[in-house]
């Protein structure tokens, strides 16, 4: 009986279609009450959501059979976490989707600020042709203060420095190492920053801390001409204070992209030209919207198939300063634990998790968590979380521990698992890409791991190649890929075949009578 998925708001139709491939069974149902709701959701095994639909205490304790509940987009204030917690339900959202978006925004705000973009096109539609009085400012050569250099910020950090700008920041919760990557000089105090600013770009959550934290105080100490931008969240910025300073000329213009009331119909800054107010555009591009579905259904996947969650914001959570750097890790760890696991005859003792390195430089526990949730998959053990895997280790007779090395076989990050006497290594080459096995063994090899493969060790000859290949294709195998390593000091080869299914018991016993093997194995992920 396959897993089901409610939807009840509305995502890119490449998320149902990626849930549907995966042979889920998927319902969107739009407009629910929160009654129909209740009255649905008990036959579903996971539920996705956007602002509108509130998963409250109630719509949860019916959910007898949730197991994942997926917010697409950022916040999760619209879900009870603590009942979710509570069931056992997984709840993740997608907090990067979006980010190439709003960051682009902002510098399309700070384009149209610096060249008075926006008045010249008012002008132009009204018939008039007034270069002089649209003279602008070039960004090159200025200085931009980011308010906030999380994963927005950073962006929008990279982006300014192509323009050629001075990059300063204010965030007390951002490492000298995060900012000297990111070629940003962090200040100590907002205070210090503030009048250095040609433009300042706020990237920051709403908190009691951050409401009003820029008022007439701040404003009275930036430049005479100075940019202000706002794509992350209302209330930073003293709105009827802002005013006043365009008013008397210290703050030559503002592009804003979000307001504490929306609909905005009604702000003080809607008299002033200078003044570019977008109807919070900033995550809303086709791009964002296919991303934030895909994600979200890979989450909610990954989620019902026992996986770690690298968003999930109860149960298993990632830190999000982190995500980044070891996302694409998170499932090369598992990969990696659940071949180890097909290798051995039994649950290793040690279990070691050697990172090199740019992923030596993050807290590895979401990868020490993937690692043994992979060794494990063939065993009935319940999810393992970054919270439990200790424990879960322990339960198991395991000793796990880390290291950081500085050998990475010349790619800028790579992972080394360890069980007992057996080890491979994986990388992932770019954000995004496939994962890699480039150890097996200690056979160096440089492969993409498929669902099945045939792992085959024997003292090396010429022509026993064709000759394994001559009895898999005689058993009707397709080989997709493959790929060899050899010990020449102890006469030793091994071959990595990837196959389209599992390879008859038959075929390797006759590839064992026809060459010298010395060991074989039947991998599945």
Same mark, same amino acid.
């Given at each position: 009986?396959?897993?089901? =998925?409610? &939807? ?14 995966? %042979? ?30 509130? &998963?409250?205490?109630? &719509?949860?304790? *019916?959910?007898?059979?949730?197991? =994942? ?19 056992? @339900? ?44 649209? +003279? ?60 250095? *600013? ?11 801390? +951050? ?88 989450? =909610? ?34 990969? *990696? ?17 050697? +990172? ?41 007779? @395991?000793?796990?521990?880390? +290291?950081?090395? @500085? ?7 790579? &992972?080394?698992?360890? %069980? ?34 045939? =792992? ?54 006759? @590839? *064992? ?13």
């Amino acid at each position: 009986m396959s897993l089901k =998925v409610l &939807v009840t708001d509305k995502i890119a139709e490449c998320g149902i279609d990626y849930l549907r491939e995966k %042979a889920l069974e998927v319902d969107v149902r739009l407009n629910l009450s929160t009654q129909e709701l209740i009255e649905l959701v008990p036959r579903y095994d996971a539920l996705i959501v956007r602002s509108r639909t509130k &998963v409250t205490r109630e &719509v949860i304790e *019916a959910g007898v059979n949730l197991k =994942v509940i997926g917010r697409a987009g950022l916040s999760t204030d619209d879900i009870d976490i603590e009942a979710a917690s509570e069931h056992g @339900i997984i709840v993740c959202n997608v907090p990067e989707s979006n980010i190439t978006s709003v960051a682009e925004m902002a510098m399309c705000l700070m384009l149209m600020c610096a060249r008075k973009a926006g008045q010249a096109y008012v002008g132009m539609q009204n018939g008039q042709w007034n270069r002089e009085q649209y +003279t602008g400012i070039e960004l090159f050569g200025k200085t931009l203060l980011i308010v906030g250099l999380g994963r927005y910020g950073g962006k929008v950090a990279s982006r300014a420095r192509a323009f050629g700008m001075n990059v300063i920041a204010y965030d007390p919760y951002c490492s000298t190492d995060r900012a000297t990557q990111l070629g940003v000089k962090l200040c100590s105090t907002l205070h210090e920053g503030i009048p250095q *600013a040609d433009v300042i770009s706020l990237h920051l959550p709403k908190t009691a801390e +951050t409401t009003g934290m820029i008022g007439p105080n701040e404003f009275a100490l930036m430049k005479t001409g100075v940019i202000l931008l706002n794509v992350s969240y209302a209330g930073t910025y003293n709105v009827k204070s802002m005013a006043d300073f365009i008013a008397a000329g210290k703050i030559a213009s503002v592009g804003i992209d979000v307001y504490d009331d929306e609909p905005c119909t009604d702000s003080a800054l809607l008299e002033f030209p200078q003044a570019v107010l977008m109807p919070h555009l900033g995550p809303e591009t086709e791009d964002a919207h296919n991303e934030c579905s895909i994600q979200i259904a890979k989450y =909610v996947y990954d989620g019902l198939s026992g996986r770690l969650v690298p968003t999930a914001v109860n149960l298993s959570q990632v830190p999000a300063e982190i995500v980044d750097a070891i996302g694409p890790y998170i499932h090369a760890c598992e990969a *990696a634990g659940t071949v180890l696991g097909q290798l051995l005859p039994s649950i290793p003792r040690q279990l070691c998790l050697n +990172t090199a390195g740019d992923l030596a430089k993050n807290d590895t526990t979401s990868l020490m968590a993937a690692t043994l949730k992979g060794l494990l998959s063939s065993k009935e053990v319940e999810s393992i979380t970054t919270t439990n895997y200790e424990v879960m280790a322990r339960c198991h007779g @395991i000793s796990m521990h880390s +290291t950081t090395s @500085i050998t990475r076989l010349g790619y800028s990050s790579l &992972v080394d698992v360890s %069980a007992d006497d057996a080890s491979i290594s994986m990388v992932v080459p770019e954000h995004g890409s496939a994962m890699r096995l480039v150890s097996f063994l200690g056979y160096d090899i440089d492969i993409v791991p498929t669902r099945n493969s045939l =792992v085959l060790e024997y003292v090396d000859a010429p022509g026993r190649i064709g000759v394994i290949g001559t009895v898999l294709g005689n058993a009707g195998v397709n080989i997709t890929t493959m790929q060899i390593g050899t010990k020449p000091a102890e006469k030793l080869a091994l071959v990595y075949l990837n196959v389209d299914d599992q390879v008859p018991a038959e075929a390797v016993e006759e @590839i *064992a009578q026809k060459i010298e093997l010395t060991r074989s194995w039947q991998i599945s992920l």
